[in-house]
């Protein structure tokens, strides 16, 4: 008997994104949010610098997420 085994992947950066667009939030608005420039929202987002464990807390409130949020899977198409 097989059961269907859907691939799921853990995607931080692209759900900084998801959640932040949802909100109608720009990468400007979250950077001066943060303090931090739109240069880094972008690279954070693209996953080409990693995140810190301070910088998810933060996201996390900015994006009124509990952080853990940040950590939940998304189905891969």
Same mark, same amino acid.
């Given at each position: 008997?097989?059961?269907?085994?859907?691939?799921q992947?853990?995607? /931080?950066p692209?759900?900084v994104?998801? +959640?932040?667009k949802?909100?109608?939030?720009?990468? $400007?608005?979250?950077?001066? *949010?943060?303090?931090v420039?739109?240069?880094?929202?972008s690279?954070?987002?693209r996953?080409? /610098?990693?995140?810190?464990?301070?910088? +998810?807390?933060?996201i996390?409130?900015?994006?009124? $997420?509990?952080?853990?949020? *940040?950590?939940?899977?998304?189905?891969?198409?």
């Open positions: 008997m097989h059961m269907k085994q859907e691939n992947q853990l995607n /931080i692209n759900k994104k998801q +959640l932040r949802s909100r109608g939030i720009t990468q $400007v608005d979250m950077a001066g *949010l943060l303090g420039t739109q240069s880094k929202i690279r954070l987002e996953g080409v /610098i990693p995140i810190t464990v301070d910088e +998810l807390a933060a996390a409130d900015v994006l009124d $997420v509990p952080v853990y949020t *940040l950590f939940q899977f998304d189905q891969a198409a």
